[in-house]
């Protein structure tokens, strides 16, 4: 059974930053395609990112290129988003996501960010 | 980025009757390997998203034979042909075909 547990949600200033995790189990890791999909609280979904399996192509949405990185470690089944330069729209609950057919598929239950001072 | 427009944004549905969604896209979805990457999200209140179809019009594993997708091009829809209880939430369109993926705003299915 596919399970994705993210971690690394919290409360932080606006300016600072955050990296996420997101531990893989139950499927090959290495052999998907990951991305981390957002929804700020009572609105709908925005894909943040998503990355190669290998890590060599990178996508991010216009609203968080230059401040949002997003990587795995194959040999940890994890993948990671660092994100830089928060602000309050990035709010939100982050998810991780396998990729299936260009689509997020089997999500975990997500990990709540809040940007706040 | 690629437009994602739904309708109706709020659906009551009486139990047992049919519902339909309708999704656009503000440009074509198919890829350059002759797919069209259109999906459909069910978010149950207080879960997590699942997808229910990919590609247009196949259901993903464990998904009732209820739910059903077609288009082509730019226009899509989603059609539930008896609505259950269960299946009250939100509704999301998604395209993969033009990266980054792209969403529709969703649509609140609910019980009249």
Redesign the interface.
Known sequence: EVQLVESGGGLVQPGGSLRLSCAASGFTFRSYWMSWVRQAPGK???????IKQDGSEK????SVKGRFTISRDNAKNSLYLQMNSLRAEDTAVY?CARM??????G????TLVTVSS | ?VVMTQSPLSLPVTLGQPASISCRSSQSLV?IDG?T?L?W?Q?RPGQ????LI??VSNR?SGVPDRFSGSGSGTDFTLKISRVEAEDVG?Y?C?Q??H????????TKLEIK
């Open positions: 709908g979904l925005e894909w943040v990112a998503n996508y991010y949405v216009d998810y299936d057919s260009r689509a997020p598929v999500w975990g239950q997500g | 980025d890829y797919n990457y999906n999200f978010q997590s998203p699942r997808r990919y590609k993903d939100v999301y998604m993969g075909t990266w980054p993926g792209t969403f529709g705003q969703g």
